[in-house]
């Protein structure tokens, strides 16, 4: 429990202290940082470079396609196992047919709607976390949101606060923007805070299906082990860098714009292997990745549906990201969804802080 504690004090820190430290050394305005709601635009973005994108393009498929074509090999075989075992319940059904009218209304402009256009996004993420539940639950008969109901309910406050946090540190590299509704304070609070509620439910919900799938522990729990010498050396340099970095990133946005992602999970992981504890790493030493798989994999199939139903959303966010804003997916440069695999990682590892207070998860059994 104290380590946990240690551990999210120095997060909050490091990510909330030491973007605003840079730029207050470096004499830049710091009203604009802390405007809220953020509506000035101030961080002038590299444009798009073949050189860049092919490099960041490179590395992607250098680190992801050894899994994808693991994870495809023998796929027939799978299909034999993949029917539901128990009916799929009534309120699977209800997230269904909700959803089903929440993207209706929320692609729509209908004037008796008008009051309510710019609410869209939380009615389809709660109907998307009731069926992705159901799915679990037709296949297990159980699912957090049944078994685990206190854990489930404490996600969506903690999901609040979290994605706040990378709000803030949007701030310093404003990689996305808001459109099509205008608050003030209290009222982007609110508003904000209610979709935002519900970005750790729909990642771990996801999650938990797919673990319930056969797939991932039959093709990742014996992959490529990994084996570092000096485990806390390694710990020690990463966390020290990441501090840098978050110093940096308000200076050089155009090119330090990737920590907003990935930051929080290398301060985690550092901090927890320093401390002598197990981490989301630690089964890659005798190949075991199906937990780091199914989280990043949970995130990117999040993330699809995030930016789809924000397409024609009104109130919605728009991207500018330096150097490869180019070949859109929705809203996203394409090579931006690489940013959903590490966000997977560091809900696992939210979660695994929460359940240290909480029950132990149900164990999905591999079908």
């Known amino acids: 429990m104290k380590a946990t504690i240690t551990k999210l004090i120095i997060l909050t820190v490091m990510s909330l202290g030491l973007p605003l430290l840079g730029v207050i050394l470096t004499n830049k305005p710091i009203d604009r940082y802390l405007e809220f709601p953020p509506r000035t635009l101030y961080v002038q973005h590299k444009p798009f470079s073949w050189v860049a994108f092919l490099c960041y393009g490179l590395f992607i498929l250098v680190v992801i396609v ?34 089903i009218m929440a993207w209706i209304v929320a692609w729509s402009r209908y004037d008796w709607f008008s009051s309510f256009q710019a609410h869209t996004f939380t009615p389809l993420w709660i109907a998307y976390i009731s069926t992705i539940n159901a799915l679990t639950f037709s296949r297990t008969g159980h699912c957090m949101l049944v078994d685990r109901t206190r854990f489930f309910l404490l996600l969506f406050p903690v999901s609040a606060a979290f994605w706040w946090c990378f709000e803030y ?63 806390k050396v ?35 992981v550092s901090l927890t292997a320093l401390f002598g504890e197990r981490h989301i790493f630690s089964d890659i030493t005798r190949g075991d990745w199906h937990i780091i798989v199914s989280s990043a994999v949970a995130a990117l199939i999040c993330g699809f549906f995030w930016e ?3 397409y024609h959303s009104l109130a919605k966010w728009r991207y500018t990201i330096p150097f490869v804003q180019r070949f859109q997916v929705f809203e996203m440069p394409i090579l931006g969804y690489a940013g959903y695999l590490p966000f997977g990682l560091e809900c696992a590892l939210i979660s695994d802080m929460l359940l240290k207070r909480d029950e132990k998860p149900y164990r999905c059994q591999t079908l």
């Open 234 to 268: 390694v710990a020690l340099v990463l966390f020290l860098a990441t501090g840098i970095g978050l110093a940096c990133i308000g200076v050089w946005p155009n090119y330090l714009f990737p920590l907003l992602w990935i930051s929080p999970l290398m301060i985690i």
């Open 308 to 310: 789809m139903w924000n």
């Open 66 to 99: 050894p899994s994808v074509i693991h994870g495809m090999k023998g796929r027939d075989e799978e299909k034999a196992g993949s029917s539901s075992l128990y009916p799929f319940p009534w309120w699977g059904w209800v997230g269904i047919l909700c959803g």
């Open 169 to 231: 540190l949007n701030r310093f590299v404003q990689n996305w923007h808001y459109t099509g509704a205008d608050f003030g304070p209290w009222e982007y609070f609110l508003y904000a805070t209610l979709p935002f509620s519900t970005v750790l439910p729909a990642v771990l919900g996801t999650r938990e299906w797919l673990l319930c799938l056969s797939w991932p522990a039959k093709k990742f729990q014996n992959f490529i082990p990994i084996r570092i010498s000096h485990p």
